[in-house]
């Protein structure tokens, strides 16, 4: 991650210091000569306009500070209300506050031009909204959720986390209610429907508190190797082992890290580490990571190894509510492109929220959420967020927004995946995985990891070696890169 600093770390010159000494204060040149004191004279108004600009920035900061509150959770619209947002509606700048309640909290802190980073007025940032859609649950996932969810459990454990027992495949539960209705729509999210294979590649900036851009281009392979309602696929891959998933990303821009590669292996055990491996070019070999290093970066963006691969036992769960909130569905044909987000494309300014999806590349929706906080257990140690709040749509049982806090309870990192509907299996759905465009913005401090996807590929699709699962999916794999 960035650690950008805005304080002004020049240093006077050495010669304007020498000349400063060479006088004591009662000399005949002090007195004839004040021209290195005109020059430390300019050299301190220099530091005091910075001072002052960097005081500015630092206040506007201060009051940009969205800290957590249940109550900014309650507040947002009900899903039950007879208040909507009429189709044909255009939330610019000028009229945002009308529909503050359906819009998530992260969203309401973009609008609120309190941050560095921020919605402009420009046309480009208006949200058009569209009717909703019916997204019915891909693959076997009914009908492993009819099958199996009746014998789903929680047990809590010593550290007052909670356990899932007799989990197989779907939907653990399907109706979650009290108690621990929190902790079963985490379990919901965690176990979202995985296809087998998904193949992307990610192509955006990662870009600092300056509006400096890098650009990268990311390729991410997703593998679901357990509980799977993937048609024609075993529940359980035969080499699963124990795992839930694997992932493996694999930098291809910028040209010195080209051939970085991550690759992440995740129990389906809750309570177990992941296992984590990087390719290292410059080494030509893999090396092994410390899996309890849940708050590092992912091959140096914003975005954090537990963002990836997060243990649900570790939290204590809240439900804050069933609202209904704004949601954007991407324009096929346009939503896998780079120009349909502001600042991704090469040769275009960051803009003042990079990422956001431009006005005329898709409508925004209202959708059904569950919101819940999760808590990290103080008792487990340490841990880089607060308070992370799951947005977490009713059809689909994934969140596309993630709200996370500091330790001080003030708004930090913002999640923000965005999709378009495609043909999965002969229904027309949404697709975690097969998500369109990302970003993870960085509020505090003024950075943003955020790219779209080209050349995406599920399923039977992926070219041959990704068919390869049992090997692209294990850590041997990782020496065959560059050969």
């Known amino acids: 991650m960035y650690n950008g600093n805005l304080g002004d770390s020049r240093r006077v010159p050495a010669a304007a210091v020498r000349g400063n000494r060479c006088c004591a204060w009662g000399s005949k040149r002090n007195r004839l000569d004040s021209r290195p004191y005109d020059a430390m004279a300019r050299l301190m108004v220099a530091a005091s306009i910075a001072i002052a600009v960097f005081s500015s ?43 503050k309640k359906f819009m998530p909290v992260q969203m ?49 454990l010593p550290s007052g986390g909670w356990l899932i027992k007799g989990y197989v495949a779907g939907l653990p539960f399907p109706n979650p209610q009290e108690p621990n209705r929190g902790i079963k729509l985490m379990y919901n999210t965690w176990f979202f429907y ?137 324009d096929p044909k346009k939503a896998y492109m780079k120009e349909s987000y502001v600042g991704l494309s090469q040769g275009e300014p960051a803009n003042t929220y990079p990422g956001w999806p431009k006005y005329g590349t898709g409508l925004w929706e209202l959708r059904k959420y ?36 500091d330790n001080n309870g003030k708004l930090w990192k913002v999640f923000h995946l965005k999709w378009a509907p495609m043909n999965y299996h002969g229904v027309t759905t949404l697709i975690y995985n097969g998500y369109a465009a990302n970003a993870m913005i960085d509020m505090e401090n003024t950075h943003v990891s955020a790219g779209a996807t080209y050349d995406q590929m599920l399923d039977e699709q992926a070219p041959g070696e990704y068919q390869d699962v049992e090997g692209m999916s294990s850590p041997g794999n990782l020496a065959r890169i560059m050969k």
């Open 57 to 99: 920035l630092s206040q506007r900061a201060a009051h940009a500070e969205f800290v957590f509150s249940e109550d900014a959770y309650h507040q947002l619209a009900e899903a039950d209300s007879p208040d909507t947002v009429p189709v044909g509606t255009k939330i610019t700048l000028q009229n945002w506050q009308q529909y």
């Open 108 to 156: 309401q802190a973009a609008f609120s031009g309190q941050y560095n980073l921020h919605i402009g007025a420009e046309p480009v940032h208006t949200m058009e909204v569209g009717p909703a859609h019916d997204f019915p649950p891909p693959g076997n996932l009914a009908e492993n959720t009819e099958k199996y969810s009746s014998q789903v459990k929680l047990e809590q």
């Open 194 to 330: 995985r296809t087998g294979i998904v193949r992307n590649n990610n192509v955006g900036f990662l870009v600092d508190r300056y509006g400096n851009k890098s650009f990268t281009n990311i390729e991410a392979v997703f593998y679901g190797m357990s509980h799977l309602s993937v048609p024609g696929l075993p529940i359980d891959r035969p080499f699963a082992n124990g795992r839930l998933y694997s992932t493996r990303f694999q930098l291809e821009i910028p040209e010195q890290t080209k051939y970085t590669t991550e690759l992440t292996e995740l129990s389906d055990d809750p309570r177990k580490l992941p296992e984590v491996y990087v390719f290292l070019p410059s080494l030509r070999r893999s090396l092994r990571l410390s899996s309890a290093a849940k708050c590092s970066p992912i091959l140096g963006t914003d975005y954090i190894q537990d963002d990836n691969s997060w243990q649900p036992t570790n939290f204590n769960v809240k439900y804050l509510g069933h609202k209904k909130l704004l949601t954007f569905v991407g």
């Open 370 to 405: 569950q919101v819940i906080d999760l808590a990290w257990i103080k008792s487990l140690g340490r841990y880089c967020y607060s308070h992370s709040v799951f947005y977490v749509d009713d059809q689909l049982n994934w969140a596309p927004y993630h709200d996370n806090y």
